[in-house]
Structures are given as C-alpha cells and as structure tokens.
C-alpha cells in the first residue's frame, strides 16, 4: 500500500506526520520511507545513518557541429530558452532544459542527440530495523523536481508499506508524488491559510483520483472550523495532534512523540489501520 | 548596423523600457538606412528562459548593439556569446534619445 501525506503548505506538520508513522510501521512489519520534498529534504534528520547514493540523469541534447547547419529550428521549438542559435555556433543551457526532447525532433539535420546529466541525487538508508529511507535530493539551481521525486520513488519498489513525504503546495512535484497512490493523509491547522491551502490538496488529489483525509495539527481544541471544511468536502478527521507543551517539547528537540512519549506510537500505528481501512473500502 | 533598443512601445519616440528579456517591445535601428522596426516581445508572460530567447531575437534580426537597462545571467552569456555589445541607456526617456546618446558614445558599456 502505498500512501502519500502531503499539505497545502509548508510547516504544518507533514514531516511530523511521516517520521512518526514510519516509527510506528517500523516497530510493527516495516515500512519504506520516501522523502519526495526534494528541494528540501529533511527526513533523514530524524533518522540518520549511512546512505547509499544514486545519481539521477536526465537526456539533454548535445549538437553536433558538423552536422548542424544553424537553421535555428531547436532554438525556436524551445520555449524554456535552452538553446540559442548564433551564428556560428548553438548555445545551450543547461539548467534551463526541461529534458522534453522536442528539439531532437525538429532538427531537420539530425545534429541533435540525447546524452545524459545528473540533476539529483536518490540517498537510500536503513537507520533503523525495519525501516529502509530513501530520500531524493535536487541539485541546486536545477528545475527537474518531479524526475527527482520519479527516481525517489522507483527506488523505493512498489513492495509492502510506502509512506511518501510530498513537498508543501500542490505543484508538480505533488502531483507526481501523488501519482499512483493509494490514499493521501492531508497535514492541517486550523487557520485561515491552513484550510485555504487544505482546499487546493484536496482538488489536487480528487482530480488525480486518490481518496483523502485529514490530520490537524496544533490543535488547540477549538477546529470547528476545520471540522466544518472536512463535513462539507466529505473528508474523514483521521486523527488530532494537540498543541501541548509535551508534543511542542519533543519537536523543539527533534525528537519523534511516536518514540518518545507515552501512547504515541500506538496511535500512529491506529492512523496507518484507519488509512488501510479506507483503501480496501474504495477498491 | 543594426541597434536594439528595448521599449515600452512602439516606434522613435516610445519611452525606453529598463527590462530586457520583459520589455514589451524591441525597436531595431538601422542606423545606416535611418529606419526603426518595432518588434513586439511574446515572451514578456513566458514562464521563463527569456533572456536567452530575447536574445535569439536580436540575433535573428541581425543586431550587433542592445540599449537597455538590465540583464540577467542567462542573457549576458547568450548575448556576449553572439558578440552582441550592450549599453545602458542612462538617463534617455525615448528610443530615439537613447540612440541619439549612443551615437554621441554618452553611453556606458555593461557588457
């Protein structure tokens, strides 16, 4: 099973979210951790060890002189501005190709081929008994975050227990962390911003098909009105992590509530049989 | 020779625009023939890589001289790759001025 906790936006809780039902499906079976964020990974800050490291290549084109007769046609198709055709020569850019191998199309001459370039890195670890990491991490300066997140999770299989830590907001990189997956455990507070972002996750994971519901986080006992956007969207509460000084205690160390305070960890292994619960349900 | 200058409209007296990837307009000048071709710029909503499109523009419209504001990165390379010298407009309001300055060598070189 597969499932992806995501949020509208960033410092709600997600990374909370994961680390703690990952320590809690360790202890019971195992479980694959995925850190999709990418361009921020922080997974392994909670659960530190010795990685193994995989680049991540992507085809970008390569021109041969010889056979290029400066016609401009790759310079023209790109619409990221990769290529520019001087007079004498093309100019290519690398950190500006989106990979889409348009322009070895167009080329009437064939001068263009693919080669490939590294644009992240895919760390796999196992930190902990039964429990195998893998983050991908994007290069700086690089635009790919979505071959990133792909190489991410083709590493981590498609075998057992899957918990994929998506990226705040709903742009690309959600929506391939969300490809394919079996349910999405949205990450809330209940602020205005919280459940305007809240809003957008839900579209994002309807429109691809993947059943959601709903943690809140830093609750403060009054979520009327989270409860109300979950009534009316027909998302389950699947569970309410209270703002408390115990909880905030444990963060503030870095430490995880599933290992480190009394209950937690039976409640995040509950979250994960709810989740499951509401799968076979669907199929 | 054919000058750049990137504007906010359309023809000599239109008011210089300090961007150059998302300037509105791109003026050429011939400053040979004495003639002024107004280019509109489709890339000023593009998403991104303008400056190295803007400069395939210029380079595809022959010109060796941009008048501008501001360049980025990606279009200093391009631009200085295609042996394109470019100035900074100073304190010149309309294309034509802006022309007139570089004539008169009031201008300095940014790149």
């Avoid at chain 1, 936006?9 to 320590?23: H, Q």
């Avoid at chain 1, 167009?106 to 983050?135: K, M, Q, Y």
């Avoid at chain 1, 809240?198 to 009105?225: F, H, M, Y």
Wanted: aromatic share 6%; glycine share 12%.
């Amino acid at each position: 099973m597969k499932i992806v906790v995501a949020s509208g936006k960033g410092g709600t809780g997600k990374t909370t979210v994961s680390a703690n039902l990952a320590y809690a499906l360790a202890r019971r079976g195992g479980v694959t951790l995925v850190d999709c964020d990418v361009e921020e990974p922080n997974l392994h800050l909670f659960f530190p060890g010795e990685s193994e490291e995989k680049g991540v290549p992507v085809p970008v084109p390569a021109i041969d002189p010889e056979r290029c007769t400066l016609c401009g046609e790759c310079g023209h198709f790109c619409r990221y501005g990769a290529l520019t055709v001087l007079k004498d020569r093309v100019l290519f850019f690398a950190e500006l190709c989106h990979s889409c191998g348009g322009c070895l199309l167009v080329c009437p001459s064939g001068a263009v081929t693919e080669v490939g370039r590294e644009v992240g890195v895919v760390n796999t670890s196992h930190p902990l008994p039964g429990l195998t990491l893998v983050s991908g991490v994007m290069h700086e300066g690089e635009v790919l975050a979505p071959k990133v997140v792909a190489a991410a999770k083709e590493a981590a299989g498609e075998e057992g227990r899957i918990v994929y830590d998506a990226s705040p907001g709903v742009a690309c990189p959600v929506i391939e962390t969300l490809e394919g997956s079996d349910f999405c455990i949205l990450v809330t507070e209940s602020t205005p911003f919280g459940l305007h972002d809240l809003d957008l996750a839900v579209r994002a994971a309807a429109a691809l098909g993947v059943p959601a519901g709903v943690v809140i986080n830093r609750s403060d006992g009054e979520d009327e009105t989270a409860l109300t956007f979950c009534s009316e969207h027909d998302l389950p509460v699947l569970m309410t992590i209270p703002f408390d000084r115990g909880v905030a205690a444990v963060q503030n160390r870095g430490g995880l509530i599933a290992r480190d305070l009394p209950g937690w960890e039976e409640r995040f292994a509950e979250l994960w049989v709810e989740v499951a619960r509401r799968c076979e349900v669907r199929a | 020779m054919i000058v750049c200058i990137t504007a906010k409209g359309e023809g000599a007296e239109a008011a210089v625009e300090p961007r150059f990837g998302r300037a509105p307009y791109f003026i050429f000048a011939d400053t040979d023939a004495g003639t002024f071709v107004s280019v509109k710029n489709e890339l000023v909503d593009a998403a991104g890589g303008v400056g190295p499109r803007s400069a395939q523009v210029l380079v595809d419209h022959g010109a060796t001289v941009l008048l501008t504001g501001q360049l980025g990165g990606n279009a200093a390379t391009a631009l200085k790759a295609a042996g394109i010298k470019v100035y900074s407009f100073g304190n010149a309001a309309t294309v034509a001025q802006a022309l007139e300055d570089y004539t008169q060598g009031d201008l300095s070189e940014i790149l």
